[in-house]
């Protein structure tokens, strides 16, 4: 008869603690994880819009079949004839039959309610927005036959919301440093800007992520001063609803002059 041996193994109080310790470690693991797959496709969204934007939205016609003279524009005189321009094809016109007509040198205002079409001619004089009836001359040359880089240069715009890069009040004026510090000064001098860049610590001072160093009146100013740098014979100003003191309101024009 044979004899049936049965060995109970009794477990190691120690490999079971550390058994639950990596059983326990396994599932913080899991849990990073699915954290971690969260995340990433929560931020494969940026991704998605971006090559959204890529494929969907037409690239800016960027070369013209016409090459304006080197002084362009001499005077500065402005026609609309008739301009239509809509920012979506299904959307209603933002300028809808629009004609008028800047003599050199002249001083205009346009003036409506919001949404009336302001700043949408200001869109498309820099042809940010192509118009798709009409046309728009400058000294005399249709813009819509110019290369988009030759109008942009010739141009200058003062933005109604102040943007300042992260970097020095010098790479903010002159970003990409064609002009001397002499001429820098100059421009700050006409914007009543010395003292106040003096204070930060000249022109490497940083100006802080947005120009937060710089109150919004002063961001105002230094987008004036990198205006006037450019000598373009025609700047834009939009309206600045923010402006609370006379005392900025004559600064800014004064500088504007």
């Not at 005077?75 to 920012?87: C, P, T």
């Not at 204070?199 to 001072?205: Q, T």
């Not at 710089?214 to 939009?238: D, E, H, I, N």
């Amino acid at each position: 008869m044979e004899q049936i041996i049965t060995c109970q193994l009794l477990p190691c109080q120690g490999l079971v603690g550390l058994a639950i310790s990596y059983a326990l470690s396994v599932t913080n693991l899991l849990g990073d994880v699915v954290n971690s797959f969260a995340e990433t496709e929560k931020q494969m969204v940026s991704v998605e819009r971006a090559q959204q934007y890529i494929e969907d939205v037409p690239n800016e016609r960027m070369e013209g079949s016409l090459l304006p003279p080197p002084y362009w524009p001499i005077q500065g005189s402005v026609v609309f004839r008739g301009v239509r321009m809509k920012y979506r094809h299904n959307l209603a016109d933002a300028l809808n039959k629009v004609s008028f007509e800047v003599e050199p040198a002249e001083k205009v205002g346009v003036v409506g309610r919001t949404g009336s079409g302001k700043s949408s001619i200001f869109l498309a004089l820099f042809r940010m927005v192509e118009i798709y009836k009409g046309n728009i001359f400058v000294d005399g040359i249709d813009l819509i036959h110019l290369d988009l880089k030759d109008i942009r240069s010739r141009f200058a715009i003062i933005p109604q919301d102040p943007f300042l890069f992260s970097g020095s009040v010098r790479e903010n004026l002159d970003p990409t440093c064609v002009h001397s510090d002499s001429e820098l000064w100059s421009v700050l001098d006409k914007c009543h800007l010395r003292r106040v860049v003096e204070k930060l610590g000249g022109l490497g001072a940083d100006a802080g992520e947005r120009g937060k160093h710089f109150s919004v009146g002063q961001r105002q100013l230094v987008c004036l001063a990198r205006a006037l740098l450019t000598k373009a014979k025609m700047r834009l100003r939009p309206a600045l609803t923010w402006i609370r003191t006379c005392s900025f309101s004559r600064q800014y024009a004064a500088s504007f002059r």
